[in-house]
């Protein structure tokens, strides 16, 4: 994934067994890396894959939860549990007894041991450990009303939203199923990556001469990131974020806010923490070396270019408020006061006294974040439609053509003689029983969602609309466009005045369809790997229910356990339950749901004129297709990706400069340097030393809180405890006459 070739185009270079079959699949990247053998004979769905995915799949859950509310956010992949449970699998099969067991007043009998660990046992607990280190987007809605609202909410409809609003997915991916899965040109390229590791994985494995074999190597990093994580996790909390200038220049409001990693631009900034690094972008390891040059290349633009001119220049009163803030503001410069414009009874806009107060601004960075936003995805849908349409196009019509012929490639034809595909009516039967759930969900309970039935039923249709043409994107080209942003347009126009409405309606519609996507990944993962379909469902199924109650339960424990959580002012020195994620979920419901975007992107509002990012982004990638088509021998020129580019400060907030400045520096070290010159030990122990940092991290942080901060034990009191960069001044105003807490006043 380093060095010069986009995800699509990655494959494995090994020789892979192929049958003699006149029906091999008609796409290059296919045929080079997967198999085209099976064994029907091995056993998928054991003893071992029930134990091992189900513990994967809540460990993951609860930790990247744990972590979601965390200063330093960090996200567990299910790389992670790919990698540990191998050896655990083969120390399972030598161990345990094979003796079949037979269950109690039934027929049913099976072995705790059927046989050596094998590669579809350790697809299916993959898939249970995805399920568990994807996220449940819900969980911000019972955060932000709990925590930032400070209202009750009834448990049964916020845990039924959770619930609902992952499994709504089955029923889209069902639906289209035949068309994304089965069809040889439907060929989702980012599955080729994991077909390739599980491979690497269960190939034998000789320990070379004066070296370590992988496992050896996770076990000797994970206990060094395991180790180092007590200093930024408990001693010294600063070095999660080091600004030199800040350190120089105490007292200079400018140079802290060019200096500041976290409040500021963040020049000269940088962490010696691997949450730091991976928290809130992703391990860089495991990132492709020209999409971090595009993203280094957007940030770059957008925080050392159009930043300071915007600010210095004072567009929109930028400087009456922080340079770098998530937070919203009204027009004196003030924390904006939601209280004031929300009727507490029904939990909606209050006209009167919103126009007696003021009208909403935002800090200039989280402003251009969302002009950007839109830029993104229209720049998206061009970029898509010049240099992969008529790909898509070609492939589109393959697909018919092949549905409609009943072709198939040899991996749908291994799948269809030796397994039983999962009948259609599961399907169906979960997405009747989805938005039976998900209307009482938000009709019951007295309405504490806000969301009418008809609201529901408008967000599932604009998933079920885009889930075929953005399914035919994602599984053609490895990029899709999100619907949150028009979700969130549609809801906010029809409903304005209801915060929790809009963020319901873009749950709704947004992730039901990315779920959708994401289970049709998944199958087509179990297609090339030739797992018995029903098994896959079980797996995906069972996965996803226990990951959503899990991450509930968590949420739902630190929500009602943790005093003061997500309130960074009121929280305890060194204190690192600052909701960075949801924090800005809950300004996004403000903005959306409670403004709504007529008083925010019209003339009746304060940024009319980031609309013209609509357009903005439609265009920027025509330059580049031109240029491409123009000097077709210039190969760096499609690496250009003006989505990734544009989109590329996305994560901030809650991500500021540090991160992304770290995550930068390592990215090039390991994709760049490491990957050219060292590129056999690149290719041995990348991602499982990636795979280490995290677990070594998320391990240690975990223990840390049960042991210590849990009882309100913090590391000794000195001047590294603080969870900051030093830079107290970064985030005060610069403009004539701002009374901000903390900060001098400008005369």
């Not at 994304?180 to 599980?198: A, E, G, I, K």
């Not at 029903?534 to 069972?542: G, I, R, W």
Request: a positive charge; charged letters at 10%; hydrophobic letters at 45%.
């Amino acid at each position: 994934m380093a060095g010069s070739k986009p995800p699509e185009d990655l494959h494995s270079s090994t020789n892979v067994p192929r049958t003699n079959e006149g029906d091999d699949c008609p796409v290059e990247e296919v045929r080079l890396t997967v198999p085209t053998v099976d064994d029907p004979s091995l056993p998928a769905l054991t003893f071992r894959t029930w134990v091992l995915g189900i513990v994967s799949c809540v460990i993951l859950s609860f930790v990247n939860k744990f972590f979601g509310y965390r200063s330093n956010q960090l996200s567990i992949s299910s790389v992670s549990a790919q990698i540990i449970v191998l050896p655990i699998g083969k120390m399972m099969a030598a161990t345990l007894p094979s003796k079949p067991i037979q269950v109690p007043f039934m027929k049913w009998s099976f072995s705790l041991n059927p046989g050596p660990f094998n590669l579809k046992e350790h697809v299916l607990i993959t898939i249970f450990a995805n399920s568990g280190a994807g996220g449940v987007y819900a969980i911000h809605i019972v955060t932000i009303v709990k925590a930032f609202y400070r209202k009750s909410i009834h448990f049964i409809p916020a845990f039924m939203l959770a619930q609902t609003t992952q499994m709504l997915g089955y029923g889209w991916a069902g639906l289209f199923r035949k068309y994304l899965v089965d069809s040889p040109y439907m060929w989702w390229p980012s599955n080729l990556v994991q077909v390739s590791l599980f491979r690497a994985l269960h190939e034998n494995e000789k320990r070379p001469k004066g070296g370590l074999t992988r496992l050896q190597f996770f076990l000797v990093a994970f206990i060094a990131s395991f180790a180092y994580y007590v200093i930024p996790g408990f001693v010294f909390p600063s070095l999660s974020a080091i600004s030199v200038i800040c350190l120089i220049w105490t007292k200079s409001i400018t140079a802290q806010q060019i200096g500041s990693g976290l409040h500021g631009l963040g020049l000269g900034s940088f962490g010696l923490d691997w949450s730091t690094v991976a928290g809130f972008l992703g391990s860089p390891l495991a990132y492709p070396g020209f999409a971090i040059i595009n993203v280094l290349v957007g940030f770059l633009l957008m925080v050392y270019v159009a930043l300071p001119i915007l600010y210095w220049s004072n567009a929109y009163k930028a400087r009456q408020f922080p340079i770098v803030s998530s937070n919203t503001f009204d027009s004196s410069g003030q924390s904006y006061n939601i209280t004031r414009i929300l009727n507490p009874k029904t939990f909606d806009i209050d006209m009167e006294a919103y126009n007696g107060y003021s009208k909403l601004y935002l800090s200039i960075m989280f402003a251009f974040t969302y002009g950007l936003s839109f830029a993104t995805l229209t720049a998206t849908i061009s970029h898509v439609a010049l240099f992969h349409g008529k790909t898509i196009w070609q492939m589109w019509k393959k697909t018919t053509a092949t549905l409609q012929g009943q072709f198939a490639d040899v991996h749908t034809r291994l799948m269809k003689e030796n397994y039983e595909v999962v009948p259609q009516w599961w399907f169906h039967i979960i997405l009747i029983v989805m938005v039976g759930l998900s209307l009482w969900t938000c009709e019951g309970f007295g309405q504490q969602l806000q969301l009418p039935w008809w609201g529901v039923l408008l967000a599932c249709a604009m998933a079920l609309f885009f889930t075929l043409p953005i399914g035919i994107i994602a599984a053609t080209t490895n990029s899709a466009p999100g619907l949150n942003v028009i979700t969130e347009l549609v809801i906010g126009y029809i409903l304005p005045g209801k915060p929790l409405a809009n963020v319901a309606f873009k749950t709704y519609g947004y992730i039901s369809m990315a779920q959708a996507l994401t289970f049709l990944s998944d199958f087509k993962l179990g297609h090339y790997m030739k797992v018995p379909p029903k098994s896959m469902f079980v797996a995906q199924l069972v996965g996803t229910v226990i990951a959503s109650s899990v991450y509930f339960a968590t949420a739902w424990w630190l929500l009602t356990s943790i005093e003061n959580i997500c309130d960074p002012s009121l929280l305890p020195e060194g204190s690192p339950w600052t909701c960075p994620g949801d924090s800005v979920f809950y300004s996004a419901s403000i903005i959306w749901g409670v403004i709504g975007p007529l008083r925010m992107f019209t003339k009746l509002g304060i940024y009319p004129e980031l609309n013209w990012f609509f357009l903005i982004g439609l265009l920027t990638p025509v330059p580049v297709w031109y240029l491409s088509r123009k000097f077709p021998n210039q190969k760096w020129i499609p690496y250009i990706n003006m989505p990734i580019m544009l989109g590329a400060t996305q994560s901030m907030p809650p991500a500021r400069s540090v991160h992304y400045l770290s995550w930068g520096a390592v990215g090039i070290v390991f994709n760049f340097y490491i990957y050219k010159r060292f590129k056999g030990w690149w290719a041995r122990y990348n991602y499982v030393l990636s795979a280490a940092l995290d677990a070594g991290v998320a391990f240690m942080g975990v223990l840390l809180y049960f042991t210590l901060q849990s009882h309100n034990i913090s590391g000794p009191e000195w001047w590294g405890l603080m969870n900051d960069d030093h830079c107290a001044l970064a985030s005060c105003p610069t403009a004539p006459g701002v009374v901000s807490e903390g900060c001098p006043v400008i005369r």
